[in-house]
């Protein structure tokens, strides 16, 4: 028996484990992640009738159990998450956080769009009291940067009858970190980049990164423009393999506590630039030199 266990004790002040800052909510979250995935590994690999128990307190649940019944109950994140929809990344088990911690906000591609957009201001204004960090998640294997790497290798695809109106425009908010993705790894690979078997699965890696990134990239501007200094914006990717969180991903690194990782926002067009450099130098194959 293998137990992954929210607890709520009555005893202690819960709402005391919420972190107080930016630096504390990004320890916490990170924190969580490696509880998770060493609870998963031991799902797949420890032997049969082992026991062992995963504890995870709910920190944000004092603020909701303490008020009058008949009183609506406070909401007090002290983090927000633009996702994937992915049924494959439960944000708030991989960041091993409970009730009332994380404000989740989940698109297809975590693209970011008006409606996404005003999902932050809002947490900007009426939850700026508990909110410390925002942060934008992929993760490896993504099924609308997949499609939309495929829409931009064949352009014919994109306006195919297969592809909704909507559809189309995920994938066209997503081309923007292909395409940069893709200059580089050209650039680092040499002109062979494109006819090497593994240009497409790289290219994809690259793109999640990126995709990550740069809508990190637009958040902080965001938060900059409303004078919240007291909130940092990160950004990583989930790999569902490794279950682990970090960036840049990295998913033929072995597992380990210490990979785990949520990177601060890019605070500017060359450090996304740089990013994407070292996601496809990690990749490339030995036999482009």
């Known amino acids: 028996?293998?137990?992954?266990?929210?607890?709520?004790?009555?005893?202690?002040?819960?709402?005391?484990l919420q972190p107080s800052t930016s630096e504390g909510a990004r320890e916490?979250?990170?924190?969580?992640?490696?509880?998770f995935s060493e609870w998963m590994r031991t799902c797949r690999?420890?032997?049969?009738?082992?026991?062992?128990?995963?504890?995870?307190?709910c920190g944000g649940l004092g603020s909701i159990l303490s008020s009058d019944p008949e009183q609506f109950p406070t909401q007090k994140p002290f983090a927000v998450v633009l996702g994937c929809s992915d049924a494959r990344v439960p944000t708030e088990m991989l960041f091993g956080q409970g009730f009332n911690d994380l404000?989740?906000?989940?698109?297809?591609?975590?693209?970011?769009?008006?409606?996404?957009?005003?999902?932050?201001?809002?947490?900007?204004?009426?939850?700026?009291?508990?909110?410390?960090?925002?942060?934008?998640?992929?993760?490896?294997n993504c099924g609308a940067v997949k499609g939309a790497v495929s829409a931009y290798?064949?352009?014919?695809?994109?306006?195919?009858?297969?592809?909704?109106?909507?559809?189309?425009?995920?994938?066209?908010?997503?081309?923007?970190?292909?395409?940069e993705s893709?200059?580089?790894?050209?650039?680092?690979?040499?002109?062979?980049?494109?006819?090497?078997?593994?240009?497409?699965?790289?290219?994809?890696?690259?793109?999640v990164c990126l995709n990550a990134a740069h809508t990190a990239y637009a958040v902080r501007q965001e938060v900059e423009e409303s004078g919240r200094k007291d909130i940092e914006v990160l950004f990583g990717a989930y790999d569902v393999r490794s279950y682990?969180?970090?960036?840049?991903?990295k998913p033929y690194s072995a597992e380990s506590h210490d990979r785990v990782n949520l990177a601060k926002a890019p605070r500017s067009p060359q450090e996304l630039a740089e990013l994407a450099r070292e996601v496809v130098t990690h990749f490339k194959p030995a036999d482009l030199g």
């Open 1 to 16: 028996m293998i137990d992954y266990t929210f607890r709520y004790d009555k005893s202690k002040k819960t709402d005391d």
């Open 103 to 140: 404000f989740v906000i989940r698109n297809a591609g975590n693209v970011l769009g008006d409606v996404v957009q005003g999902s932050i201001d809002f947490t900007l204004r009426a939850l700026s009291e508990s909110v410390r960090v925002i942060v934008v998640l992929g993760h490896t």
């Open 182 to 207: 893709d200059n580089i790894l050209r650039e680092v690979w040499g002109p062979k980049a494109t006819s090497h078997p593994s240009y497409r699965d790289v290219l994809i890696e690259a793109a």
């Open 153 to 179: 290798l064949n352009p014919a695809e994109l306006w195919s009858e297969s592809y909704s109106p909507s559809l189309r425009l995920i994938f066209q908010r997503i081309f923007v970190a292909v395409r």
């Open 244 to 249: 682990q969180v970090c960036m840049p991903t």
């Open 28 to 35: 916490a979250l990170m924190q969580g992640n490696r509880t």
């Open 45 to 57: 690999s420890d032997a049969p009738g082992q026991q062992q128990q995963f504890i995870i307190p």
